[in-house]
């Protein structure tokens, strides 16, 4: 299989639609769920995604280490390229890596301010200019309505897609009116996308509750349990 | 004199450089009675510490070299290998990790937890060394044990347990508390070696029953025992020691200690550590090679009445001849015995044996399993296996990582000359990253290594211990060059010049072979080329190898399948198709793609947040393409792959660009192409030398 066909079939398609000039500039998207259930792994995906499609996407991971990180790439890299007989498999993989970055923060270490000093140092030095940013391992329930604001303006003003991924708790069962649990039941306005992961029986289900830009809202992906893969 | 394995431990002391490794060696040295004075190792007295035996170490305060030494704490017999800090040594460090059963890590108290000690604890990791922590230069201002101890768990990933917290810190260092025994400790006299047991100061009591309840938490898990006991409030200090014992040597735990060696605080405390919980020969499983049964591996017995199995893990050449330093792992070893070094064959006369002191020796009769010992004349090199005579073992190979960068050296004058051979002699037998060879073309003798620091040393030691001056050319990088696709060939040799004439045809194809070097599949049926005649094919190819078109660099990953071919009956040789088979792979080689590979590193910088902008700029321009970063309060580290060939002189780059305050290792990660404007630079310059010579 070639690139260009990994990017058409991908599952993910739903969320984002080709060509990319379609997309909206900036956007904010959420993956939710208790811990376990695969958000990093649907983070690197998003994030694996755009960068097939050349985009440059910069990792932001709060509280884990850069091993760990870098490690769920080359393990997804790896399903993708196997389970479509990939060709000029490490050709891809060079260019691939040159549209990742990864950015790890200690939890006490990670604050705004810093993340934009980050930035501003990887673009005017023209190192790195992403495209889209996941930030894993944001804690929400730390968080107010501002600092996440704060936050969705400056991706905004940085013309940067940015994706969160957001840990639920069992024990609380807070839902805001657009059924968007808590932690983020109070701040699920500022996302544009917001997707919840699910388990059922025997299947992981991804159930994507809103969507500003696109129709697809109401649809519903599954994950691979053993591969925590996307899909369809 | 037979040791008691209970009583032995063979342990390396291993660390960042300048955390104070070598001071503290000195220290144990002192307190064990080995020797009498204390000297710095940048000492005002010009005698220096005793580990560093090596003049370049001393005049570069690091320790280049590991020497062994043997000493004596409290009944127990300690072989300490120090170990080198600089990366660039690495495979001095794993070789002596390798004959270690365990190892103190030590961590500077204001630095803490920097990359190289990541890089060795990972080499600790992969060789299962259990270890123990000793936070050193806890005198120093902004000393901070516990930040450290937090390090440990985040970085290293290991489970840190506190065993002592200190009284006082910075200048005002006086002890620690133990938190097994609940007493203060404080070392006196002029060097420390008068301690004092008391009551824990009032002030620190919370703090220390607090760290003691994580204590006890912790070495818990491994100790039903003392699991039942905590509950009924009855805990001992020897259920304790013997949950943190099993805790370390299952690598689960890591104890933390504490102190200053250089101001002589928390050292016999350390001692007293390794010998309650660092393993004894007998509690490492070493596994050697059975090389009458297809190599398999065989489990050895530590047991001093079994045949013998012995490690030859270091030569030194030094003022009394050649010592070769050795690792007994099975049987005796006897003055006067015959054992045979299992890489050639080759029968060797045990002829004095000693016990090595830093630079001082003992002579001992014999040596039995789990010692480390030197033998004296004994022609080998390092990694080489002795056994006696029926037992056909090797210890597994090391893995020895390929040289990446070379330089050509040239010899100032005819004495030089000989000097420069008789010391390439001993540090290719020493050091097996260390390379050289004379290259054909251009008659200059290239020595290769794993870095600049690393062919640096050689040097430096090449002029001072073998008066061997020599000129050095630039550092070149060890291109590879591989193909990227499938190509058929189908090539005929002919040549009817008068005499007997010379004919093969061959054809096949070659593919890329993802592991591995070099393949040779022969799917010929029906004697399209005649049986004889197949080896020479396999010859031919392996010749084409050594120089690719492009470069001029060794070709690797290449699978070569013949299935036709044709002779004939009078004009077919060996030679005709070993030259059939090196036009084959030329027609096939410049059909498959073929590309220059590069050495690339993985190099991690660390320093200071506010420099983390420029560090990463400066990798970006060196064609690095940068990994990550972590952020942790103010320290920064970034990490990034970058090709070899742009990294010459980066540490002066970086030092100027940080004022001196980060620093970088690297290492080598892999072969990647390189990018097509430079390999046609690479292909210019290449042809360039061609028609010079």
New interface residues.
Partial sequence: MLKEDLIKKNPLRVLNPLPAESLPDHRMGLVMARAGLGKTAILVQIAMDSMLRGQKVL?VSVGE??GK??AWYDDIFRYISEGSQLENVGEVE?EL??NR??????E???SRP?LEE?LN??IY?S??RPDVVVVDGYDFAEADYDSIMDLKEMMAAMNVQVWFSALRHREDDRVSAAGVPAPCHEVDGLFDTVIIVQPEQDAIMLEIIKDEYDSAAGKVLNLDPSTMMVKA | MKVNLDNLRNIGISAHIDSGKTTLTERILFYTQRIHAIHEVRGKDGVGAKMDSMELEKERGITIQSAATYCNWKGHAINIIDTPGHVDFTIEVERALRVLDGAVLILCSVGGVQSQSITVNRQMTRYKVPRIVFINKCDRTGANPYRVTRQVRDKLDLNAVLMQIPIGLEGDLQGVVDLVTMKAVYFEGDKGEVIREADIPAELLDEAEEKREELLDAASMYSEELMEAILEGTPTEEMIHDAVRKGTLSLELVPVFMGSAYKNKGVQSMLDAVTAYLPTPKDIENTALDLDNEEKEIILSSNPDDSLTSLAFKLEDGRYGQLTYIRIYQGTMKKGDTIINSRDGKKVKVGRLVRMHSDEMEDIEEAAAGDIVALFGIDCASGDTFTSPGNNVSMSSMHVPEPVISLAIIPEDNKAQINMSKALNRFTKEDPTFRTFVDHETNETIISGMGELHLEVYIERMKREYKAAVEVGQPQVAYRETITQMAEFNYTHKKQTGGSGQFGRVAGFIEPLDDGEYEFIDQIVGGAIPREFISSCDKGFQKSLEKGSLAGAPITGVKVTINDGAAHAVDSSDVAFQLAAIGAFKEGYQKAKPVILEPIMKVAVEGPSEFQGAVMGSLNQRRGIIIGTIEEANYTSVEAEVPLSEMFGYSTVLRSLTQGKAEFTMEFANYKPVPKSVAEEIIKKAEAEKQKS
Avoid at chain 1, 101 to 106: A, Q, Y
């Fill in positions: 990792h280490d850069l990180a870098k060079i890596m040159r970055m990864i950015m790890t923060f200690k006490s270490a990670f810093k980050r140092d990887l030095q190192i790195f």
